[in-house]
């Protein structure tokens, strides 16, 4: 859809953008916080955050109680001991460039009403997730994962296997809990995946994601054969101050034997944070881990009290975050995908190019207009510069997950090089290719006006009909179901209960064994591991289907 500006918003289309923001910002939380597997990149999401706070901004009494600005991160998983957290566990605001960076200073210098800024530390962002230990008498009694911010998962038997964490400490207050990040160093995670894959199983995207992995095994045996690393960035409940300010309270910490945020630096104004900043970056690529940025913070504990908190994060500190890795590389190709729905999208294919810890050869293009250089407000994107095949482009992949091509390098363009056409007809059946504007879908959509005579939209739709979402039909994935479509057996959902006219013809083809034949007691959800098993080649009578019910997790 396309976004109006918080400007133009009625009360009403206000009111539902921030039920909806509330919905998908908790899912993608969700996806993020507690199965490890984020679907947007950190600059998505952070634009649904920075959207939301601005409806909230503009309409103060729309603000729900379910809002994300309410909240950080997401609740925890039922599966751990919960832990309240005493003191809570906060998130950190965002900068993304210098200027963001100045307003900061100059926002904390207003609030305080000083003449010159106070002192503010700068030191890595570490890309991990946080943790909270707490220390009574001098001993390690219990940790936490951050959760909700309120309330976090109890991993004390995780956290203890991580050599950095110390057991026992001396010189401390008899309450402390010491607040800071779990990680993974990249060569460990290297190894560490290499080793998973060698053994045939899942391997994690990046670092971060592996340590959150490893930090909620539910079996603590497991994180310990996990490389987990850990640094203490600050501090939650204490019975008394470690200092009067920050600079000197990690050295406290230090001295205790926490590994603490290296290069920490103080500096006493805006551009000399700037310098910190530069350095930091500078040094990113030799660094044994992940860093995704600076953070600021300001350094009297006393200055840092008078600030206090805005919603989830406080005035104090703010992340000043690197931007997302680039690297150039050509576009060999322009594919064009064609999906259940008939809809038509541009792939783009890389010559494959490492950026943002992953090699990435595809990329979607989304819609014609997108090639073009139109972004989905109809404003100009990449500067308005279209994509041709054989360009040379600039990829990036922000924080984890989706790369996109944010620049096309005119003066590499190749002379005769052509501008994309975006196919009329169908690339799979040459059908027409009808070009919509539908409500609620974003930008211009091409679709094959084929329907199911169109080969591409009937594999999809059957692939979607024994999805895990759908039908859920064990043994039954892409692979076989374009195999099967292919040899004409299976062209609509109801030949797969056809498909033991075909059992001699498919018990000779490679792959097809007698394992596959296996008999379930039942077919559907009947035990708790029964699912579907259409290769077993035995179709139920339909008196079976209307017991135990067809239940479709998803519409077709
Ligand atoms: S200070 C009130 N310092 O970043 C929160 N956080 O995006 C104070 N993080 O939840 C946090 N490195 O888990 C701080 N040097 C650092 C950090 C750091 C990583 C994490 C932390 C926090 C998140 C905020």
Same mark, same amino acid.
């Given at each position: +859809? /396309? ?60 603000? /729900? ?11 925890? %998983?039922?599966?751990?001991?919960? #832990?309240? &957290?005493?003191?809570? +566990? ?37 890309? @991990? ?38 057991? *026992? ?11 800071? $990040?779990?990680? +993974? ?10 080793? !998973? ?10 670092? /971060? ?8 095994? !539910? ?36 001295? +205790? ?9 103080? %500096? ?55 931007? %997302? ?64 095949? @054989? ?5 990036? /992949?922000?924080?984890? #997950? ?33 070009? $919509? ?9 091409? *679709? ?25 039909? $064990? ?23 056809? !498909? ?43 008196? &079976? ?8 997790? %998803?519409?077709?």
């Amino acid at each position: +859809m /396309r976004e109006k500006s918080v400007e133009a918003l009625s009360e009403k289309e206000a009111a539902a953008e921030l039920a909806r923001l509330a919905q998908d910002i908790a899912r993608h939380d969700a996806l993020y916080y507690s199965k490890d597997a984020p679907e947007l990149t950190d600059a998505e999401y952070d634009g649904l955050r920075r959207r939301n706070a601005a409806i909230e901004a503009r309409f103060p009494g729309l603000v /729900r109680e379910d809002s994300p600005s309410l909240r950080v991160g997401a609740a925890p %998983a039922s599966s751990f001991g919960k #832990v309240r &957290h005493s003191v809570a +566990m906060l998130s950190l605001d965002n900068a993304f460039d210098a200027e963001d960076a100045r307003a900061f200073v100059a926002r904390v210098q207003r609030f305080l009403n000083l003449d010159t800024p106070p002192a503010i530390t700068a030191e890595p962002k570490i890309d @991990g997730l946080s943790a909270s230990l707490r220390y009574e008498n001098g001993r390690f009694v219990q940790g936490a994962t951050r959760g909700d911010g309120r309330e976090g998962e109890d991993v004390t038997a995780n956290l203890r296997t991580i050599k950095d964490i110390p057991q *026992r400490i001396t010189g401390a207050p008899a309450v402390l809990e010491v607040r800071g $990040e779990v990680y +993974m160093e990249k060569a460990a995670f290297a190894a560490m995946n290499a080793r !998973l894959e060698a053994e045939g199983k899942q391997a994690y995207v990046n670092p /971060r994601n592996s340590a959150a992995g490893a930090l909620r095994q !539910l079996d603590a045996k497991i994180t310990a054969t996990r490389p987990l690393r850990f640094f203490a960035h600050g501090w939650g409940e204490l019975s008394e101050p470690l200092a009067e300010t920050q600079f000197e309270s990690m050295a406290r910490l230090k001295k +205790m034997g926490f590994p603490v945020t290296p290069a920490m630096i103080r %500096a006493d104004n805006a551009e000399q944070l700037l310098a910190a900043y530069q350095q930091i970056l500078e040094g990113r690529p030799s660094l044994a881990y992940e860093i995704d940025g600076v953070v600021y913070k300001v350094d009297s504990l006393a200055l840092q009290q008078r600030l206090g908190f805005v919603s989830r994060s406080p005035r104090w500190a703010i992340a000043h975050k690197f931007a %997302a890795e680039q690297q150039t590389t050509t576009l060999e190709a322009i594919d064009i995908q064609v999906g259940r729905t008939g809809a038509l999208t541009p792939v783009g294919r890389l010559a494959p190019v490492f950026v943002g810890g992953v090699t990435v050869t595809n990329v979607t293009l989304h819609n014609a207009d997108y090639i073009k250089g139109v972004g989905a407000d109809g404003a100009p994107i990449r500067g308005g510069k279209d994509l041709r095949v @054989g360009d040379t482009v600039v990829v990036q /992949r922000a924080g984890d #997950v989706i790369p996109q091509i944010v620049d096309v390098l005119l003066e590499k363009r190749a002379k005769g090089a052509r501008k994309y056409q975006f196919p009329e007809a169908c690339p799979v059946c040459g059908s027409h290719v009808a070009r $919509e504007l539908e409500p609620g879908e974003e930008g211009v959509i091409a *679709r094959c006006t084929g329907g199911l005579n169109c080969p591409a939209q009937a594999v999809e739709r059957l692939i979607h009909f024994v999805a895990r979402r759908a039908m859920d039909i $064990e043994g039954l994935g892409q692979k076989q179901i374009e195999e099967f479509y292919e040899l004409g057996w299976v062209k609509e959902p109801a030949d797969i209960f056809r !498909l033991s006219d075909h059992r001699d013809e498919l018990m000779t083809r490679e792959g097809y064994g007698e394992k596959k034949r296996r008999q379930p007691a039942c077919l559907h959800r009947c035990a708790p591991r029964a699912r579907i098993r259409a290769l077993s080649l035995w179709p139920r009578h339909p008196r &079976h289907w209307r017991n135990h019910g067809w239940r479709f997790g %998803a519409p077709l």
